[in-house]
């Protein structure tokens, strides 16, 4: 998965308009991020095999540092 996709999935699961997330935007100016987003990102995690803390997850404030959660799954 690239970082574009990446991002057209949260945009799905935080229940967003296409190309309103970039990598600055902070999460917690989304209506969409709360316990049902964080159950989106994590399935998105799921997808890619990862197994990310919901921890980790929650303490992220941008979209950027959720893309560094993924790691290398992300290209």
């Given at each position: 998965m690239t970082k574009h996709e990446f991002i057209q999935e949260l945009e799905f699961v935080l229940n967003t308009e296409a190309g309103m997330l970039t990598e600055d935007t902070v999460l917690s100016?989304?209506?969409?991020?709360?316990?049902?987003?964080?159950?989106?990102?994590?399935?998105?995690?799921?997808?890619?095999?990862?197994?990310i803390p919901v921890t980790e997850i929650r303490e992220s404030s941008r979209v950027a540092d959720l893309i560094d959660l993924a790691g290398s799954a992300i290209r």
């Amino acid at each position: 998965m690239t970082k574009h996709e990446f991002i057209q999935e949260l945009e799905f699961v935080l229940n967003t308009e296409a190309g309103m997330l970039t990598e600055d935007t902070v999460l917690s100016s989304v209506s969409g991020w709360d316990s049902t987003g964080m159950l989106g990102v994590i399935a998105i995690y799921d997808d890619l095999g990862l197994a990310i803390p919901v921890t980790e997850i929650r303490e992220s404030s941008r979209v950027a540092d959720l893309i560094d959660l993924a790691g290398s799954a992300i290209r």
